[in-house]
């Protein structure tokens, strides 16, 4: 079974730093794509940002310049860097992992998404 656990939100002042984490477990063979994406209350989920296998990032114009996105393929894990948060920044945030895997003898391929993690940054 493959699973994505996300850490790392919480309440921040701001202007102020968070750093989210997301590791994927299981019996995969590959991982491709990885992101975060946010979801505010009443508003539908938005992408924040991409990352590639091998390394290539793509940001949402609103973050570009605060959130940095990478990972570290040995530990299936990527992480989201805020810094200078905005009130507005405030959402649920989700990764994903668009990743190879097996079930059984058999090699599957499919998105994952993590449970979400609550970002709260207000004064």
């Known amino acids: 079974q493959v699973q994505l656990v996300e850490s790392g939100g919480g309440l921040v002042q701001p202007g102020g730093s968070l750093r989210l984490s997301c590791t994927a477990s299981g019996r995969i063979f590959s991982i491709y794509g990885m992101g975060w994406y946010h979801q505010a209350p009443g508003k539908q989920r938005e992408l924040v940002a991409t990352i590639t296998s091998d390394g290539r990032t793509n940001y949402v114009d609103s973050v570009k310049g605060r959130f940095t996105i990478s990972r570290d393929n040995a530990k299936n894990t990527v992480y989201l860097q805020m810094n200078s948060l905005k009130p507005e920044d405030t959402a649920v945030y989700y990764c994903?992992?668009?990743?190879?895997?097996?079930?059984?003898?058999?090699?599957?391929?499919?998105?994952?998404w993590g449970q979400g993690t609550q970002v709260t940054v207000s004064s």
């Open positions: 994903y992992a668009d990743l190879g895997y097996y079930s059984g003898s058999i090699s599957l391929r499919r998105d994952y």
